[in-house]
Structure formats: structure tokens, C-alpha cells
């Protein structure tokens, strides 16, 4: 088993920043990727950035050249640097870990952290 614990959320105006963070500890494969997710009231969970462990990244369009996604190994802890936050980007987010072993995926979840954008 996997345990996720994110922490970094809050309220923040428009234009500001905030970081997040997300602690994995459990049983971690050193080949893994790691991302953040949100999801807005009403609306569907989203990708919003992935990162392998070799430090691929991706991002969601809605959020490259704002977003910044990070993780250290050493720690088993993926960041996400928000900059330019827009009230469209209020939303729980949620931190993912996904494990592969023999050609089947473990995906492990966090419990969520709110992100609120507003003045």
C-alpha cells in the first residue's frame, strides 16, 4: 500500500501563487509517475500536470507557462508551483501515484487539498 499526504492548499487572490506538496510513503516502486489532478464543483477530475521518475513532464494546456511540477526522489514528494493562479483554476486538488508491476497499474490516491482563487 501506498499512502499519499498533500499539503499547501489554500485562498489566494488572482495573480498569486501557491505551492503544493504531496509525501508518498508505503510500498514505492523507484519507477513510478507521480501528478496532481483537480477537480472543480460539477465538473469532472482533470489532469493538471504528471511527472515520471525519471523527471518526464506534462502538463495540462489550460495550465503550462503557470504550473510547475517537480518531485524528488529521495523523498518520494511531488511539488506544484502556481503561479498566475485564475479563479478558473479553484478546485480540489489531488495528488496521484501510479505504479506499474507485470503490465497492471496500482493507482494510489490523496485525500485532496482545496484550492480557492477568488479577491
Known amino acids: 500500500q501506498v499512502q499519499l499526504v498533500e499539503s499547501g492548499g489554500g485562498l489566494v487572490q488572482p495573480g498569486g501563487s501557491l505551492r503544493l506538496s504531496c509525501a508518498a510513503s508505503?510500498?514505492?516502486?523507484?519507477?513510478?509517475?507521480m501528478g496532481w489532478y483537480r477537480q472543480a464543483p460539477g465538473k469532472q477530475r482533470e489532469l493538471v500536470a504528471v511527472?515520471?521518475?525519471?523527471?518526464?513532464?506534462n502538463y495540462a494546456d489550460s495550465v503550462k507557462g503557470r504550473f510547475t511540477i517537480s518531485r524528488d526522489n529521495a523523498k518520494n514528494t511531488v511539488y506544484l508551483q502556481m503561479n498566475s493562479l485564475k479563479p478558473e483554476d479553484m478546485a480540489v486538488y489531488y495528488c496521484?501515484?501510479?505504479?506499474?508491476?507485470?503490465?497492471?497499474?496500482?493507482?494510489?490516491w490523496g485525500q485532496g487539498t482545496q484550492v480557492t482563487v477568488s479577491s
Open positions: 511527472i515520471s521518475s525519471g523527471g518526464s513532464a
Open positions: 508505503g510500498s514505492i516502486f523507484s519507477s513510478n509517475v
Open positions: 496521484k501515484l501510479n505504479q506499474r508491476r507485470l503490465g497492471t497499474d496500482f493507482p494510489f
